[in-house]
Nanobody
Framework: QLHLVESGGGLVQPGESLTLSCEIS????????LAWFRRAPGREREAVSC????????GYSVDDRGRFTTTRDDDKNKVYLEMTKLHPEQPATYSC????????????????WGQGTQVTVSS
């Protein structure tokens, strides 16, 4: 059973940067497609990005484009979401997810999930 644990969330001011980490255990991460999702209160879970085993990433949010970067380090069994120039918005829980078969923007496509880490951007 794959186990995912996110870290790095917190309260930051608008314009600041934050890097989230997700550590994968239970099996080597190198074969998995790894994704980041977020959910704000009262909203649907939204795909942020996905990175394939070759290290190629796809961003799903036009608003995040150019500000968010997803990388992976399979030696450490980790995937990262670097977020820069953060906008003020309501708190959101960012979760990482894993699947063996491919990237997609649907939460239902990922059988393995972490518990999430909360990000709040506020002055």
């Amino acid at each position: 059973q794959l186990h995912l644990v996110e870290s790095g969330g917190g309260l930051v001011q608008p314009g600041e940067s934050l890097t989230l980490s997700c550590e994968i255990s239970g099996y080597t991460s190198e074969y998995y497609y790894l994704a980041w999702f977020r959910r704000a209160p009262g909203r649907e879970r939204e795909a942020v990005s996905c990175i394939n085993p070759r290290g190629q990433s796809t961003g799903y949010s036009v608003d995040d484009r150019g500000r968010f970067t997803t990388t992976r380090d399979d030696d450490k069994n980790k995937v990262y979401l670097e977020m820069t120039k953060l906008h003020p918005e309501q708190p959101a829980t960012y979760s990482c997810a894993a699947d063996l078969y491919g990237c997609n923007s649907l939460p239902s496509g990922f059988p393995f999930w972490g518990q999430g880490t909360q990000v709040t951007v506020s002055s």
